[in-house]
């Protein structure tokens, strides 16, 4: 009899197993693994999603989901992106204005905020960042200003499309792509002043060795 139930399906049946083929499909509490790799702060690192974001950034990324990790010696932001599509994984740290003032000289920086006019900016590297290890593989040399643009972020999931509205809230982007495109900073300016900046490194999806459910 057990035999007949289980080919006609009469027996118990257990919840269908989930598989993540895509950091698109995270949700919070998933864990994934990155291979070895010249970003210091992940390579082979184990990380698991404790927070999400979601960004409508353009028609072409208007449910982009941002993944917080934990598991590295800081947060990383994980996602994936049209900029570079041999490289669609992407990779993120946020860092301050003095980690930002290390990479980048200050006055050339601060003119992306002071002539916002200007979509064109271009930023160049210091030299070599010998003191700052963690920025290993996340700092390209010479960036162009690709996108500006107001943008919203939320909360609440977007692929739950049952969700008439996502509590977007809106904030002035920009995205400073390097001349190679594996590299970007993505900078966030919200109502009252808060700015978030990011340093971006874009890899190839394979990057991430193994992915586990919870």
Known sequence: MGIVKSIFGGGDKSSPVKNIESPKELKIGDMLKMEFSDL??????????????????????????????????????????????????????????????????????????????????????????????????????????ERTNEAYRSTQDCRDETRVDPNWVAFDYMLLVSEDRQHAVRIEVFDGGRTDIYFIAYLALNKVEEYWPV
């Open 40 to 145: 210091t702060l992940i390579s082979g690192v184990t990380l698991k999603v404790e927070e999400q974001f979601f960004y409508d950034l353009s028609a072409v990324e208007n449910c982009k989901i941002v993944s917080v990790m934990e598991g590295a010696d800081q947060r990383i932001y994980l996602s994936t992106s049209s900029i570079n599509p041999e490289r669609p994984l992407e990779v993120a740290i946020s860092v301050l204005p003095e980690t930002v003032f290390k990479v980048f000289k200050q006055k050339k920086f601060v003119t992306i905020f002071d002539e916002p006019e200007i979509i064109n900016h271009r930023i160049k590297r210091k030299a070599e960042l010998t003191d700052l290890d963690e920025l290993q593989g996340f700092v390209g040399n010479i960036y162009y200003q």
